[in-house]
């Protein structure tokens, strides 16, 4: 089986195709507000040095947000536009999953700017309650009350940014990918503050 896995919802672009758990092509870059003029170029020489072409796409996988507000609908348009055209499965994931990956424990921070950040605890692949909403103040205690690692904006908060590999998350988060039935009604997350944000 092949997948092609994209994320374009935040400040990196991330393209993996794989067979089965093998990956074999892939890019991590950080190309904040340059996803939609370089993703189809990375994509086609991605898709060249592996010797496949769009055809050969078993099923696609893309993170669904929360994140930046145009970075989301890039991989999301292309995967939507490829998938219902070619008839390929689609796939997503959170992108606090993607961050933390299988982690044991892990507490993932993105700037959501004006002095806010989205928040999430994730164990085992799996996030923990919901994704938050949280001024810098709220998020350093939400930190001291759940254990694990901190990945992503830490510098927010004044810990060390740890680096992540997003092409092995991306596969190894596979028992948590959330099949999309309807591709035409798959909308993104960008988690509205009120909807998440919690006192």
Same mark, same amino acid.
Request: charged share 25%.
């Given at each position: 089986m092949i997948s092609l896995c994209m994320d374009s919802a935040y400040k990196q672009l991330v393209l993996g195709l794989y067979k089965d758990k093998e990956l074999l092509a892939g890019i991590s870059l950080e190309a904040f507000k340059k996803q939609s003029e370089t993703i189809f170029v990375e994509l086609n020489r991605l898709?060249?040095? +592996?010797?496949?072409?769009?055809?050969?796409?078993?099923?696609?996988?893309?993170?669904?947000?929360? #994140?930046?507000?145009?970075? =989301?609908?890039?991989a999301m348009t292309i995967a939507k536009v490829l998938c219902s055209q070619m008839h390929k499965e689609l796939y997503t994931v959170s992108t606090m999953q993607l961050y933390a990956g299988i982690e044991?424990?892990?507490?993932?921070?993105?700037?959501?700017?004006?002095?806010?950040?989205?928040?999430?605890?994730v164990e085992d692949?799996?996030?923990q309650g919901n994704t938050?909403?949280? +001024?810098?103040d709220e998020v350093k205690e939400f930190i001291e009350t759940n254990t694990g690692i901190v990945? #992503?904006?830490?510098?927010? =908060?004044?810990?060390?940014?740890?680096?992540?590999d997003f092409l092995k998350n991306?596969?190894?988060?596979e028992p948590y990918?959330?099949?999309?039935?309807?591709?035409?009604?798959?909308?993104?997350?960008?988690?509205?503050?009120?909807?998440?944000y919690k006192v």
């Open positions: 898709l060249k040095e +592996t010797n496949l072409d769009y055809k050969d796409i078993d099923r696609v996988i893309i993170t669904k947000g929360p #994140g930046s507000y145009t970075g =989301i609908r890039i044991k424990q892990a507490n993932v921070i993105l700037d959501a700017r004006s002095q806010r950040a989205y928040v999430a605890h692949g799996q996030i938050q909403i949280l +001024t810098l990945l #992503g904006d830490a510098d927010l =908060i004044g810990q060390d940014v740890q680096k992540v991306f596969i190894e988060l990918y959330e099949k999309v039935e309807n591709i035409h009604a798959l909308v993104p997350d960008y988690l509205k503050e009120s909807d998440s």
